[in-house]
């Protein structure tokens, strides 16, 4: 019986047009990264599965993609867990590797595992596949590229305008306006969780809050009260997402507001540096504004966080986001190692170009010249002509076979080959050449030992 010929739900092929707009983006990132002096690394598809487990949150657990052993080790799979229904230690025991859920973890394992060869502060960048068994949707996939650029070993609040910067910067080269940059801060957040009485329960809180442009205000709060939080702690939460202004007008009034949240305070001195260097005037293409809803799920963000939000003309959630990180290295052993990192959302933005006509006309690389087949003799000549035309960087090919000329025209039409050479026996004994423009409908005949000249 056939196989039936399809992607598994979450993925996609890719042709070559589409591969030649995402090479497109992808040079453009590059260039960007270099030009902040970022340095390109790789990791692997997959990692321990300790290394992937406990740092992104519960949620965020669930949807990392595990790889079951094989061989003699599915033999020592915990059979008495899963007859005692403890499903996840079970679940543990059918798996050590797992397929990498973002490029942060693994670049963190990287830098503990590489610190002596590093020198640091440590600027990477990093663009490769990651896997996430989360519902597709329009803009989400299982797997797809992310596009990471990280500082680490320095706390100074001027990466934090870098990173900010790298984005204008980049969106300003792929030509995409109307960019927002969403910013807040963790430890502005962990005043509030305090202000509320519930500084234990920040994760609860804050992956929440991460849900309110999905479930609205009152399935945020009803998730809040489901984690325990009182209703007097609601009304003060309420009053706060009501706070409306200029990020200097919402500081403001957030400083008379966690007036004894001392972390709470550090916060809103973060942020307000980082305004104060990134002006309208600084800015390229990005608009930078505060956001008090912005909270961000991961675990590991400590500081300021960023999202970014596509044009309003095109419907699209986030296309990027990140922030700074003190204790993910720890991890691994390696303490004191603070960083900062931003994502790109490579696939939302090939979305956004796609539907703002942003790539140039011609991206896809296609054959300059072909030459038609007519037959042992000629094709002989013609493929002596198809390599020395190569050496001189001209794309060119010789149609395989002896086919009928409106075949091997037609052939060329759908390539959009815009010259075909034909040497048949006529020309073969006259020592000459036909060449055909196919964009113009004209041909014209020359001398055999002029076709380099004229064709280079």
Known sequence: MAIKPATPKGTRDFSSTEIAKRNYIRAILQQTFQFFGFQPIETPSFERLETLTGVYGEEGDRLVFKILNSGEKVKKADTEALAQGKYQRFSRSLAEKALRYDLTVPFARYVAQHQNELTFPFRRYQIQPVWRADRPQHGRFQEFYQCDADIVGDRSLWQEVEVLALYDRAFNDLKIEGTVLKVNHRKILAGIAGKLGAVEKLGDFTIALDKLDKIGKEGVFKELVSKGFSSSALELLEALLVLKGSAAQQLEALKDILSDQSEGLKGIEEIEFIFKQLTPDTLQTVQLHFDLTLARGLHYYTGMIVEVSAPE????????????????????????????????????????????????????????????????????????????????????????????????????????????????????????????????????????????????
Do not use: C, W
């Open 313 to 456: 003309k095109v419907k699209m959630g986030s296309i990027g986001g990140g922030g700074r990180y003190d204790d993910l290295t720890a991890t691994f052993g390696l303490n004191n190692m603070s960083g900062i990192g931003v994502s790109f959302g490579f696939e939302r933005i090939y979305l956004v170009m796609e539907e703002l006509q942003l790539f140039p006309e011609e991206l896809v690389p296609t054959t300059h010249v072909l030459f038609a087949n007519f037959g042992l003799e000629a094709a002989v000549i013609a493929y002596s002509s198809v390599a020395q035309l190569r050496q001189h960087n001209i794309v060119s090919e010789l149609y395989p076979t002896e086919a009928k000329l409106k075949k091997q025209l037609g052939y060329a039409n759908q390539k959009g080959i815009k010259k075909v050479v034909l040497i048949g026996e006529e020309e073969v004994i006259q020592k000459t050449f036909i060449l055909k423009d196919m964009k113009e409908g004209t041909q014209t005949s020359h001398p055999l030992s002029d076709l380099i000249s004229i064709l280079t």
